[in-house]
């Protein structure tokens, strides 16, 4: 449990310290993790694997959350980690983090973004496409180098989810089809390569996902591909990757699998339906993102203005929102707010929290039954802690907000609050350039 309420001062505590203090200290909006949270959960996953006495690899998606910080935290602990962009690559190798246990995920990797990564070194890429198999055999050829890959493909399984954040159907944009023979067709052009160590397969079904029925289907179609791969090509696959997508809980009301319920689930059959296949038992990977670091992390935000109307519920207006956190907004996300500095009254009231951004749509919580509030207070939504941050942006010119790490009751900025002179750093002078031009 990341957060607990200390019932002397009636203030909610994150990694036992004060959300008020912080809040106060650091300033707000403020975006805080509990590490020991996602120590936990790593270790949850690794467990998992242990009592099935199977080889698995726990790769962080770092796109859930992506700073140094993060993956300093995460690399004593074995953890791997994909990364998407040369920016997250960037990210990781700033903190240290071993190529060796990146993997490239995209669908649609440039010349530069594949150089880099041949150029570091990386674990794995998983390709993704024909165009991207095609080039990676360009540039592997011309550096006369090897790097071993996953051919991600899309199993047909679509995980019950909102529609934008599926990706497992056989219409999407990620992965070669396995039904119109193209994922056979990347193997055998993969394996005629001598600069490709396909290692296995890569399939990923979606996100926040809430029992482990899809992962099943997902892990019993690739078991099925990969003993069409053995018969038909006489290829054995090192690795199963079955992706992340585990989901967790937002609100009252959720009730997920946990996530490694789920994974232990998912590895049970893959154990069964190998073991009918007569296929040795390759190492699995997961990519969970979320669900390391979402119930992690709490965002706090000062209470500003409110408008109150006779019959109508008060706006509360709060001095962070869309640009901090764009799921509500974007994907009608639900989030779970406590008033930070008086949790528990036995008077209260039904608000509108919202943002300060020029959006009607800027509406952090549509409607949340908390303490009578009051400008000044602080308030906290839990489990921000995936696909916040990340997502932030400077709409309007506001700066993003700072990022703390509560490590055993110590709280260090692992992003600082972004000022003014860092959102004008990119812009270029036109009136001077203008002028110049003349
Ligand atoms: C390929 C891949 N792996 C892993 C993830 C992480 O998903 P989640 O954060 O839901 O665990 C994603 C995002 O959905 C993804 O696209
Ligand atoms: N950004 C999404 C998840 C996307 C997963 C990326 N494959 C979210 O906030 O829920």
Not at 317 to 330: E, Q
Request: charged letters at 20%; glycine letters at 8%; hydrophobic letters at 40%.
């Amino acid at each position: 449990m990341t957060t607990t309420v200390e019932s002397t001062k009636n203030h909610l505590m994150i990694g036992g310290m004060d959300t008020v203090k912080l809040a106060e200290q650091f300033g707000t909006p403020l975006i805080a993790y509990d590490t020991q949270d996602i120590v936990r959960q790593v270790k949850a996953f690794q467990q998992t694997f242990a009592n099935h006495r199977i080889d698995g690899i726990v790769s962080y998606a770092s796109k859930a959350f992506c700073v140094k910080g993060i993956y300093q935290l995460l690399a004593p602990l074995g953890v791997h980690a994909d990364v998407v962009s040369a920016g997250e690559m960037a990210t990781a190798f700033a903190a240290g983090f071993p190529a060796s246990r990146l993997s490239f995920h995209g669908n649609n990797k440039s010349v530069d973004e594949l150089t880099m990564a041949l150029d570091h070194h990386l674990g794995t890429i998983i390709v993704d496409n024909f165009v991207e198999l095609h080039l990676l055999q360009r540039l592997l050829q011309e550096r006369d180098e090897t790097i071993a890959i996953q051919i991600r493909v899309t199993p047909g399984v679509s995980a019950h989810t909102h529609q934008y954040i599926q990706t497992g159907q056989v219409d999407s944009k990620f992965g070669f089809d396995i039904g119109s023979g193209q994922a056979d067709q990347a193997l055998t052009e993969a394996l005629a390569d001598d600069h490709l160590e396909v290692r296995g397969v890569h399939a990923h079904i979606g996100s926040q996902i809430f029992e482990s029925t899809g992962f099943v289907m997902a892990a019993e179609k690739l078991i099925e591909l990969l003993t069409h791969w053995h018969e038909a090509f006489g290829y054995s696959a090192q690795v199963l990757n079955i992706g992340g997508g585990f989901g967790i809980k937002y609100v009252e009301g959720d009730d997920p699998q946990s996530p490694e319920d789920q994974l232990d689930t998912v590895l049970t059959t893959i154990e069964a339906r190998l073991g009918n296949h007569h296929l040795e038992m390759p190492e699995i990977w997961i990519e969970p993102g979320r669900s390391l670091v979402g119930p992690a992390g709490i965002n706090l935000y000062r209470v500003g203005a409110n408008k109150r109307v006779p019959g109508l519920l008060p706006y509360v207006a709060v001095d962070g929102g869309m640009g901090d956190n764009i799921r509500p907004a974007l994907y009608q996300a639900a989030y779970e707010p406590v008033l930070a500095n008086h949790v528990e009254d036995s008077s209260k009231e039904t608000i509108h929290i919202v943002g300060k951004y020029c959006e009607s749509g800027d509406i952090l919580v549509n409607e949340a039954t908390l303490p009578v509030t009051k400008t000044g207070d602080v308030i906290a939504l839990l489990a921000t802690g995936a696909y916040g941050y990340s997502m932030a942006s400077n709409y309007n010119r506001n700066p993003r907000p700072a990022v703390i790490f509560i490590d055993h009751k110590h709280a260090s900025v692992v992003v600082r609050r972004e000022t003014n002179r860092d959102i004008l750093a990119l812009d270029e002078d036109f009136k001077k350039s203008a002028a110049e031009a003349r």
